[in-house]
């Protein structure tokens, strides 16, 4: 079976960016910015993103473009050991619980794109969002999001995922840039970007794991690193791309992305003088309905803005579904077509959980998520480093100059020992967080030292990194 490439490296740019935007920069950047302090949460979001996601996109890239693999056949066929297989599952499960959430939220989003030419929330957004939000009805529009992902994964590659992204990315850039230079002009707009753009270092200092974690989480999803679809999208690459500039141009942009939608949303709810910092994923859906239902023209504001949205979801969602599918594809050389259509029927049944379950629901969306994605990480910076090693370095040279080749021996160093401390360390304290163990964090520092040097020891070879 002959294994699908991108046909251009904008196209594979396009693909790649268009999984990390998603609502993770428009729908779930603002509401983890507003629940963080704002301004402290976005610079240690910006700070994360670019020493922890970019060397971690650097490596889910190494990893896929070596193996020409899925998580699953990488890890297994670069290590020649199925234990590594193994641990290639945890991705896969991980989009599952992403996609079974996602496409629920995507649902909504679609709902509300529908609902905005007629203004049918304007009335009483509160009101509209708890009924709509879960139950039958919801079941029913995450059943048609999932529709419209599936179909576009079952065209492949080149037809369907590049094809749709380099016509979907750009217009979410444009259409943002377009809502964010109106935002300003709205009275009261000013206190909007004051609080998203002007640093508050006490908040700060006086919440700063809970911040830390939240803005890990976010860092790692907006990125989609840990997730492993970065790595089935690289799997696609051919050899002359150079991996640290495409990883630099992915985050900058994903990260532009982000920035934008909180200078769209923090101005509009500040001038219609909402409150900021409510807490839960629908609160955004509630506090922005209710901005459009009192501006003027803000029906058509409304449908630009939803219509955005609806475009990032999509973008993410199909890189969540290609991963599994690629899965299937590579390890039991499934047809596409009955890949596709087997994994919509699982996702339409864990989806309809989410849908029916408020519980499940929060419980995914947030802690659990963002556990597993520090995990999968954690596990894809460790076989970089320790497993691969060299290897990983010959496979970050290739198609550089001189400059970014320069780069590669800092960069095993950091991801094969730095991160993997720092999310060790982030995991333990989210564990213990959600569990409600209290356990000061000079004993967390000494666990996660004791943790990450049986991880070096047991994983060393000739190869690794030390």
């Known amino acids: 079976m002959t294994r699908e490439s991108w046909t251009t490296r904008t196209g594979f740019i396009l693909a790649a960016v268009g999984s ?65 297989g193994l641990v290639g599952l945890l991705p896969v499960v991980t989009t599952v619980l992403l996609l079974s959430f996602y496409s629920v939220v995507g649902g909504w989003i679609l709902r509300y794109f529908i609902a905005s ?37 079952l065209a492949g590659v080149r037809r369907g995922i590049e094809a749709a992204t380099t016509v979907m990315v750009p217009a979410i850039l444009v259409l943002l840039v377009g809502l964010a230079a109106w935002g ?57 791309r150079s991996l640290p500039a495409d990883s630099a141009v992915i985050a900058v942009f994903n990260t532009t992305v982000g920035v934008i939608a909180g200078l769209v949303v923090f101005p509009l709810l500040f001038a219609q003088g909402l409150p900021i910092g409510e807490s839960g994923p629908g609160a955004l859906f509630v506090s922005l309905a209710t901005a459009f239902s009192t501006l003027p023209a803000g029906r058509y504001v409304a449908v630009v ?37 087997g994994l919509a029927a699982v996702f339409l049944v864990s989806g ?11 419980v995914v969306a947030s802690t659990l998520v963002d556990l597993l994605l520090s995990l999968g990480l954690l596990c894809f910076l460790l076989f970089a480093g320790w497993v691969l ?25 950091v ?40 991880a070096f020891a047991t994983l060393r070879r000739s ?4």
């Open 117 to 153: 030419t007629t203004g049918a929330y304007f009335d009483a957004p509160g009101a509209y969002f708890d009924a709509v939000a879960f139950g039958p009805s919801a079941v029913g529009y995450h059943v048609v999001f999932l529709f419209a992902t599936a179909t576009i994964v």
């Open 305 to 341: 803005f939803f219509g955005v949205m609806t475009l990032a979801a999509l973008s993410s969602s199909i890189s969540m579904l290609e991963l599994p599918v690629a899965y299937l594809v590579d390890e039991h050389g499934v047809d596409r077509r009955r890949a596709t259509a």
């Open 20 to 84: 990390a935007v998603g609502l993770g920069n428009v729908w779930r950047f603002p509401w983890m910015t507003a629940e963080n302090g704002g301004s402290a949460f976005l610079v240690l979001y910006l700070g994360l993103v670019l020493l922890v996601g970019v060397p971690g996109l650097v490596a889910e890239f190494v990893i896929g473009r070596r193996s020409r693999r899925n998580p699953v056949g990488a890890l297994s066929t670069l290590s020649g050991s199925d234990r590594w």
């Open 184 to 240: 300003t002009t709205l009275p009261g707009a000013g206190d909007g970007l004051t609080y998203f753009l002007s640093f508050d270092a006490a908040y700060l200092r006086e919440n700063f794991f809970d911040v830390l974690g939240a803005a890990t989480g976010q860092a790692l999803f907006t990125l989609s690193v840990g997730a492993g679809t970065m790595v089935t999208y690289a799997s696609y690459l051919g050899e002359d």
């Open 352 to 362: 309809s959980v989410n849908a029916l379950r408020p519980a499940v629901f929060d």
């Open 463 to 466: 190869r690794s990194v030390l």
């Open 415 to 454: 991801v094969g020992v730095a991160l993997p401390v720092f999310l060790i360390f982030t995991v333990l304290t989210g564990v213990l967080g959600a569990v409600n163990v209290p356990l000061g964090s000079a004993a967390v520092g000494v666990l996660t030292a004791a943790l990450a040097v049986a």
């Open 389 to 413: 090693g060299a290897e990983a370095l010959a496979e970050f040279r290739e198609g550089t100059g001189s400059f970014a080749g320069s780069l590669g021996t800092p960069w095993l160093y």
